[in-house]
């Protein structure tokens, strides 16, 4: 049997990976070593434990092999594809024609390969010519890509290679604990830590903060919700004490200014109240920056952003602040130094390019742009005034689901809202209150579980198509098996809808036509992928977009000659703190805080499946300092309480000094009665529409087992 090269199915670092088919429907998995980009390939042929074991999610005794119905029973049972399709389209017309095209939604998700996450856009748009189209991304990374947008013009989680990050001599991780969720990139922080510049972000000692131990850098261990203030207090130090790269700052930004004026109140030892790390580690943090900077004819610095500074209903303007640093030190757009974001989801940088947002169309265009409807609209074969506008983001179409004048059906992909989403008790009331639910998926998720009708769809190893890693680059997902049961791509379900809802647009179910498709679609856009072909790929290039000619090599690093904005500045958005939405109160004294462990992905429908990764992190559990749980009765392992003003739960301890004694850390990988996001704040950053996973106020307290 042939060996198959492809790439985990899981995050977006995309480790690659050959598969041998062991039978008709099992692989084995060895890492690989794709082909070198100056520094490396960004795995440097390591797997973590996850993608060691995604073989095992392929056959997993639950895998759903055969499309399902709810009966008049209350039961999902078997049904044809025929039969599920014919179903859900007479329901969607017939929905359509009493409550208008708005009436349908559709939710996508940030695992989609490039080829289903541009059919799910356009099969939104065209066929059921709705506006509610958003995806989970909005949960992940949205607040970066507002920031890099409004900042640099263009959004490109990393707009570098990820190996430049093995010269530098300071690396600033706000949010990111790269260690569990990424393990194999920690390679790339090896330079950094020998130099004593790996600079973390975090509430907890996470396995992340745990490298900056031996002198390998600094931990600034910050209240839940305050990194903004800490960057503005970093950025003070560098603006007053002379360490700025002034001649980047007047040569490339539009506001050098507006820089100095919105962090000249953050002294550190204001910054020290708020955030509650010392002024002098402050200050501290700020000379090691500024020493690596290039203007100080340092080794680099690279200032890296992940789902801790993020998932904030001040996400965007924390990033932002981290970005303003970034140009004090005068790094975007320099080798070997800049500002990037850790995408989380294994197509996150994908997923958002090619037309499942809200506000987008395919190639990164605003679906408000006149010319980029135009242009749209030409590729697809329709009228640009048929092209409906921006829809609601993944939080207001989730509230608006079963009310009045909101979606009566939602068509779900890749996504398990009911454990992702935050205050679930309102997701799971507002998905009740649906006239159909629609869901496509691997395994009977949490939210498979609710729907009127389930479809079985293909997962990596059963098919072909492109996912864009971190860094830009686009990569080939090959199948090395054929899909078991009746299962068929999510390319046949918008396929198969479109023509039975009487569309005349063309759905290709072949992935390699979808990718021809989504070329032309992008061509001009800011994810310009018009140059890439498959066989480029395969040939072994890497290719990092925009590449916008068959003849150009790709575009591994952006800003050098200038920024993608009007004017080619960078532009310097003024920012300042603000408290948590949901913050502390005297009956919620401490923060509540969620996040990823090593052994899980995302909300955990696939590795919960996995017996050595269910077996390491079993259930759900809080994190709380040891002195808090002596002064609450909490033993290590035994029950405590959490209630927040969205409800309460109760879970094992787990006592540990690795947590700030203000906060309470719990993993959100699990489902049911363990989902964490049952406690979660769904207030939203006002640009991005992010909800603010990362902090509310908890009341903790001793409990009982339930
Ligand atoms: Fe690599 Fe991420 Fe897969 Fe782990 S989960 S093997 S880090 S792609």
Redesign the pocket.
């Known amino acids: 049997m042939t060996a198959v090269p492809t790439?985990?199915?899981?995050?977006a670092?995309?480790?690659a990976t050959t598969l041998h088919p062991v039978d008709r429907v099992q692989v084995s998995v060895q890492p690989r070593a794709i082909q070198a980009f100056e520094g490396g390939p960004t795995?440097r042929g390591g797997?973590?434990r996850?993608?060691?074991t995604?073989p095992e999610v392929l056959t997993v005794p639950d895998r759903l092999t055969t499309p399902l119905m709810r009966n008049a029973a209350g039961n999902l049972v078997a049904a044809s594809w025929d039969e599920a399709l014919d179903f859900v389209a007479d329901r969607i017309r017939s929905l359509q024609a009493s409550y208008g095209s708005d009436s349908v939604a559709v939710f996508g998700g940030g695992g989609l390969t490039n080829e289903k996450a541009y059919a799910l856009g356009k099969f939104a748009r065209v066929a059921l010519r709705t506006a509610n189209v958003d995806y989970n991304g909005r949960f992940c990374m949205s607040s970066a890509a507002a920031a890099t947008n409004r900042a640099f013009g263009i959004d490109r989680g990393l707009p570098f290679p990820l190996a430049d990050l093995g010269g530098a001599g300071v690396v600033l991780l706000v949010g990111s604990n790269l260690a569990e969720?990424?393990?194999?990139?920690v390679a790339h922080l090896q330079s950094a830590r020998d130099a004593g510049g790996l600079l973390v972000v975090d509430p907890r000692r996470t396995a992340t903060a745990g490298l900056t131990a031996d002198d390998a850098g600094i931990h600034l261990q910050a209240t839940p919700g305050t990194d903004l203030a800490l960057v503005l207090a970093l950025t003070h130090v560098v603006l007053q004490e002379g360490l700025a790269d002034t001649a980047y700052l007047s040569e490339r930004t539009d506001d050098p200014e507006g820089l100095f004026r919105s962090t000249a109140a953050w002294w550190p030892e204001r910054a020290e109240r708020v955030t509650g790390v010392p002024a002098a580690t402050i200050r501290r943090a700020a000379r090691v920056l500024a020493a690596a900077a290039p203007v100080h004819g340092g080794d680099g610095v690279f200032i890296l952003t992940g789902r801790g500074a993020e998932q904030h209903s001040k996400g965007t303007d924390t990033v932002t602040a981290c970005i303003n640093l970034a140009l004090a030190l005068g790094l975007p757009g320099r080798l070997g130094s800049g500002y990037g974001c850790i995408t989380g989801q294994?197509n996150g940088q994908g997923g958002r390019e090619h037309g499942q947002k809200a506000d987008q169309l395919p190639g990164y265009r605003s679906i408000s742009d006149p010319a980029a409807r135009a242009h749209v609209a030409r590729v697809w074969g329709v009228d640009p005034e048929d092209l409906p506008g921006p829809g609601k983001s993944a939080v207001e179409l989730i509230n608006a689901l079963g009310t009045a004048g909101g979606p009566r059906a939602l068509l779900v992909h890749g996504s398990n809202l009911l454990v992702s989403a935050p205050r679930l008790a309102s997701v799971r009331e507002r998905l009740a209150a649906l006239d159909l639910l629609v869901v496509a998926d691997v395994v009977p998720s949490e939210t498979a579980l609710l729907a009127d009708v389930v479809f079985p769809v293909t997962q990596w190893a059963e098919e072909e198509g492109t996912m864009t890693s971190l860094e830009g680059r686009v990569l080939r997902r090959q199948a090395a098996i054929a899909p078991p049961g009746e299962v068929r791509s999510d390319l046949a379900v918008f396929a198969g809808l479109a023509s039975r809802l009487g569309c005349g647009a063309a759905f290709s179910t072949d992935p390699a036509e979808v990718f021809e498709e989504l070329r032309l679609a992008s061509a001009g856009g800011k994810a310009d992928y018009s140059g890439i072909t498959w066989e480029r790929i395969d040939a072994g290039e890497a290719l990092f977009w925009p590449v916008p000619s068959p003849g150009h090599p790709g575009t591994p690093r952006l800003f050098a000659d200038g920024f993608s904005t009007p004017d080619g500045r960078a532009h310097v958005v003024a920012v300042d703190h603000r408290p948590v939405a949901d913050d502390l109160h005297a009956a919620a004294p401490m923060y509540l805080v969620t996040g990823r462990l090593l052994q899980h992905?995302q909300s955990g429908a696939q590795t919960r499946r996995v017996p050595e990764l269910a077996a390491a992190e079993p259930e759900v559990f809080a994190e709380i300092h040891p002195r808090v749980a002596a002064q609450l009765g909490i033993a290590d392992g035994r029950p405590m309480r959490l209630r927040t003003a969205r409800g309460s739960m109760v879970l094992p301890a787990r006592v540990t000094a690795d947590v700030r004694p203000d906060t309470v850390f719990v993993p959100f990988h699990f489902g049911g009665s363990e989902a964490v996001n049952e406690l979660t704040n769904d207030a939203l950053d006002p640009v991005s529409r992010m909800p603010e996973f990362k902090a509310c106020a908890v009341e903790v307290s001793a409990a009982s087992l339930p």
């Open positions: 790439h985990c199915p899981y995050c670092l995309q480790c795995n797997l973590c996850k993608g060691w995604a969720t990424m393990p194999p990139a294994g992905y």
